[in-house]
Structures are given as structure tokens and as C-alpha cells.
């Protein structure tokens, strides 16, 4: 497995998750990394991105100011900080790797996708 995604799980409206990203990537510092979500019936969108430098970000609109991403390039992990949890964000949420150095926001730019970890936020 070469991006595994972890720490979903149930919490209620208010709440806080820190999801995280292993990546078993040598080049894992080379290029940006995303995390997207995908509710039931509704297609996957954009959530957050990170340049390889843990330094340029960006956010869907919906998430700004609530949720923070970030990365540890020593140790291959991208993380994504959600607090002030809304019903809303319910879905699966996945990370994905993107081969620029820059963060982007089209799905289409990814080709490296780990395995989605749950998250419920209860009203």
C-alpha cells in the first residue's frame, strides 16, 4: 500500500479528527499532496493541499479556517487538522498525491490514491 489514510471515525457537530496519510514513497517530499472526500451519492471533491514544502496551501471554501493541512516530510505523512466538525463533512476522505511541486485542486492531477477512512459527524 503506498498511501494509507487513518484516523476517521465518529464524532459529533463541534468536534475535532486529525486524519493522517503513511506514505511508503521514496519521493514522498518531491510533490504536493491533497486530501478530497466523497459523501454518499455525491461525486468526490476537493478538500485541502499542500506543496512539497509544507508551506503554500490550499482550501475548499466550505473548510477554511476550520480545517488545517500539513505534512512531515520526514516521515512521509500529510495530516489534515478538522475542528468545528459539521454534519456536512460526513463522507469518506482520502489522500492522494499529486507529481507537481504545487498544490492543486482538480482531481485530475492526482494519480497516486490511498484507501478512504470514514468520517461521521453526528448532530
Known amino acids: 500500500v503506498q498511501l494509507q489514510a487513518s484516523g476517521g471515525g465518529l464524532v459529533r457537530a463541534g468536534g475535532s479528527l486529525r486524519l493522517s496519510c503513511a506514505a511508503s514513497?521514496?519521493?514522498?517530499?518531491?510533490?504536493?499532496m491533497g486530501w478530497f472526500r466523497q459523501a454518499p451519492g455525491k461525486e468526490r471533491e476537493f478538500v485541502a493541499s499542500i506543496d512539497k514544502y509544507n508551506i503554500s496551501t490550499f482550501y475548499q471554501d466550505s473548510v477554511k479556517g476550520r480545517f488545517t493541512v500539513s505534512r512531515d516530510n520526514a516521515k512521509n505523512t500529510v495530516y489534515l487538522q478538522m475542528n468545528s466538525l459539521k454534519p456536512e463533512d460526513t463522507a469518506a476522505y482520502y489522500c492522494a498525491r499529486t507529481r507537481r511541486a504545487t498544490p492543486a485542486r482538480a482531481a485530475g492531477v492526482y494519480d497516486l490514491w490511498g484507501q478512504g477512512t470514514q468520517v461521521t459527524v453526528s448532530s
Open positions: 514513497l521514496r519521493t514522498f517530499s518531491s510533490y504536493a
